[in-house]
Antibody, heavy 122, light 112 residues
Framework: VQLVESGGGLVQPGGSLKLSCAASGFTFSDSDMHWVRQASGKGLEWIGRIRSHVYTYATAYAASVKGRVSISRDDSKNTAYLQMNRLRTEDTAVYYC??????????????WGQGTLVTVSS | DIVMTQSPLSLPVTPGEPASISCRSSQSLLYSNGYNYLEWYVQKPGKSPQLLISLASNRASGVPDRLSGSGSGTDFTLKISRVEAEDVGIYYCMQGLEVPLTFGGGTKVEIK
């Protein structure tokens, strides 16, 4: 099982960036995918998620990013995306792609990517 | 949004001694199905977080039985019966009841 994030880098405030998360080793199309970020030396912050086709690809976002980010997926490419617009310095963080298991009763994050660093600075 | 509060912030522990981390939620995580949607994760140095506990007390595969989760409603605890060097890391609780999912601030476990 692998989740490999890419697309991070240095971007100016107000700019845009699109992160990708390439998945392998599990049935991506049946999986809910989430994004979690972590600023340097800080804790984990949930950004948002996109559900699988079973749940009609429903999305949800944290208030801190709502209106500025969009999560999408391409099941034919086993890839999830995080489009970030109007970036702020406080968006500087490592961004993790995570798979969430949603069972009949149990729910948890089982697979995490290695993370990709986004730095917002002029 | 559900606010998750962890304590302590830092937990220095002598190897072989027990350790306990508290996690409180601003509203009950007990769902109508009788399960508490509280998860525990650990982030070891330089690594991505990994699952320890789901549904407040269900140990994930491969997690040693020295670690256990308990609690219900708004008060939860992660216990390590005998701390080992490999337990060093930052422990996070997270509520999985509703979006936005929210994490506690983390507890850093270190060896004395």
């Amino acid at each position: 099982v692998q989740l490999v994030e890419s697309g991070g880098g240095l971007v100016q405030p107000g700019g845009s960036l699109k992160l990708s998360c390439a998945a392998s080793g599990f049935t991506f199309s049946d999986s809910d995918m989430h994004w979690v970020r972590q600023a340097s030396g800080k804790g984990l912050e949930w950004i948002g998620r996109i559900r699988s086709h079973v749940y009609t690809y429903a999305t949800a976002y944290a208030a801190s990013v709502k209106g500025r980010v969009s999560i999408s997926r391409d099941d034919s490419k086993n890839t999830a995306y995080l489009q970030m617009n109007r970036l702020r310095t406080e968006d500087t963080a490592v961004y993790y792609c995570v798979r969430r298991v949603v069972g009949t009763t149990d729910r948890y994050f089982d697979y995490w990517g290695q993370g990709t660093l986004v730095t917002v600075s002029s | 949004d559900i606010v998750m509060t962890q304590s302590p912030l830092s937990l220095p522990v002598t190897p072989g001694e027990p350790a306990s981390i508290s996690c409180r939620s601003s509203q009950s995580l007990l769902y109508s199905n009788g399960y508490n949607y509280l998860e525990w994760y650990v982030q070891k140095p330089g690594k991505s977080p990994q699952l320890l506990i789901s549904l407040a007390s269900n140990r994930a595969s491969g997690v040693p039985d020295r670690l256990s989760g308990s609690g219900s409603g708004t008060d939860f605890t992660l216990k390590i019966s005998r701390v080992e060097a490999e337990d060093v890391g930052i422990y996070y609780c997270m509520q999985g009841l509703e979006v936005p999912l929210t994490f506690g601030g983390g507890t850093k476990v270190e060896i004395k």
